[in-house]
DNA sequence: AACCCGTATGTTATCGATAACATCGTAGGC
DNA sequence: GCCTACGATGTTATCGATAACATACGGGTT
């Protein structure tokens, strides 16, 4: 069924069907009442491919992100979807899995289907997405860090400055022998950037840095057995882990409550992130908080006013930081 | 950049650009070679808009789950998205957010994008879906449950099944003062099937039904404290509680530990689904196990079938059943 | 040598909505 | 009463790839 067949069977013109159907076109109120009753009566649904082709409008944005298992990844999500609904545009998610050979390919699928913006982590990317994004001409932005080369638009924060802020305050409660657990990443991650922090406030207080790995991302809570296993052969003397995320920090505590010690009595720990479940386990988790529906705000924002100024020939690139504040709880709590 | 220039500049015609991007249609090898050659150099992305109204195949199926913040509906996304991509399909993702009008506006927009699958969770819809659905004339495959009238093709296991089996183990075990926290669902919804089959475990072992709510699904980890609340409230002597979902069990663990409560010593907790956290909580948590990247596989697999199928006019529903078994661990254990 | 067939390629029409332009009628201003 | 302007609608061309059909060429068969 095409427009056509609604147009005929009311006597009017196709592209009347088609005004009809955008709120802001002039059509007579008789007119369009007719015509949506028809579609609603034939359950006819417009083909947005040939409408997209048409008016080089696709009507979505993409989003890639490393990871679909991940409340903070879906809170943003989900706030940047809500705030494209408000200009009438579509989200499509794509997960990357934190490969960027798969997160290269799915921007060239993306890229055919001709979106409006695209959002990606700033995560390092493969280099030959950089002149495929460029040629599309639509705003890109980064999220949830403060790239060093950004591609073009950013709402985040600096990962490497929120652990640094973390491990910094840890010390200043008297912790000293923190060993860090983290993912086996490339350069560039926002793993990488929590890690560099935590060496950098070890520095500044005079510290040697104690690093461990769990492997590649992403770090679960099933890490936690074997990450603390990690640490206690290169770092038996350790106090506190700092963990890379909430995650694995539980799943650290967890393998300490199963050997029968008390966290943060005989182990403290950290995590990142405020997952609910720092919120939640007993003891509660130390952990950065970061406003993820936010960032899914704020790069909506961000979007809206690409497409206001597009006819601006130079849009400006836009970095917008949000808060990332270190939250001490009961999981590093010194005894008194 | 159309396949045009891309001809143009080989002295070609854009028939042959199309071919030679078609891996399966007949074209010299040394010309494929030029022509991906030239598409490399000059960055060009075809225009898959154009190339699906034309071919009429969008190249996509559409998944809507009803959260995307669980891990269960994560797993069956990618296994559903990588047994898609072996046929070189691309899966759309759509977060329903446990609400029918969403679950059918999205609906409606998808559809407008010419999907060539749509897979649904079978949590109760919308009734104006149906006919769209049916309009469609594609594969529509339920997964999560086995729903009394299905739409078309089904993969999944019963849900009610699923807890009578639980809750019928834990009265083995000993247990009769069983209350379960739910939420407060529509009929026709995984979770109040599940609730059913606690109803009608405990109404086989002579037992009287005890039933508390949350709220609104999705029953998380922080409706836990408020859940433990309104069950004792309502049911001060209660041993055990049967919760929803894994996440809300946690909730309720993590609760009974803030009051010092033993778990199971003062109190039992059961959960649903094998999450991670199932696993990795101290105690770590009885449950019912469910293969759900198996579910995403077999509803690509149906798919598949569905096409390879396409000819035949009347194509049968598929209805296929995967393994929900319940899985006794620590938080149900009984003291000897 | 004539014929056939298959491979490689070109040409034309088409998918369905919409942009851009054209048309018609009428209300309101002078 | 005439002209203008705008509101409502129609007509035509277009978006870019591809299906369907057409063509050209070369090698093998008889």
């Not at 417009?46 to 990844?73: W, Y």
């Amino acid at each position: 069924m095409r427009m056509q067949d609604i147009a005929r069977r009311l006597g009017i013109s196709a592209m009347t069907v088609s005004r009809a159907l955008k709120s802001d076109s002039s059509v007579a109120p008789a007119t369009r009442a007719a015509v949506l009753k028809a579609i609603e009566e034939l359950g006819y649904v417009p083909n947005q491919i040939a409408g997209s082709l048409s008016s080089s409008r696709s009507g979505f944005a993409a989003i890639l992100v490393p990871s679909l298992n991940n409340p903070h990844f879906s809170e943003t999500v989900l706030a940047l979807g809500s705030a494209l609904q408000d200009r009438n545009m579509q989200l499509l998610i794509g997960n990357t899995d934190y490969d960027r050979r798969k997160e290269a390919e799915l921007i060239r699928a993306f890229l055919a289907r001709k979106p409006e913006a695209i959002i990606l982590t700033s995560d390092g990317h493969d280099p030959r997405i950089l002149p495929m994004l460029a040629k599309a001409r639509i705003p890109v932005v980064e999220i949830w860090d403060l790239p060093a080369r950004p591609i073009q638009h950013v709402v985040g924060f600096s990962n490497q400055r929120a652990m640094r802020g973390l491990i910094n305050a840890l010390i200043g409660q008297g912790y000293s022998r923190i060993t860090y657990l983290g993912e086996a990443d490339d350069a560039d991650t926002r793993g990488a950037s929590r890690r560099l922090g935590y060496c950098e406030a070890m520095a500044a207080a005079g510290l040697a840095p104690r690093l461990c790995s769990i492997g590649r991302p992403p770090a679960t809570m099933s890490d936690g057995e074997r990450g603390l296993d990690t640490v206690l052969a290169a770092y038996p003397d350790t106090e506190l882990v700092a963990c890379v995320s909430d995650p694995l920090a539980f799943g650290v505590i967890a393998a300490c409550q199963r050997r029968g010690w008390a966290v943060p009595g005989r182990m403290a720990v950290s995590g990142f992130g405020d997952f609910e479940i720092a919120r939640i386990a007993v003891p509660a988790i130390t952990t950065v908080q970061i406003d993820a529906a936010g960032i899914g705000r704020e790069a909506g924002a961000i979007i809206s006013e690409a497409f206001s100024a597009r006819r601006d020939a130079s849009p400006a690139a836009i970095i917008r930081a949000v808060p990332a504040l270190p939250c001490l709880r009961a999981s590093t709590a010194m005894a008194r």
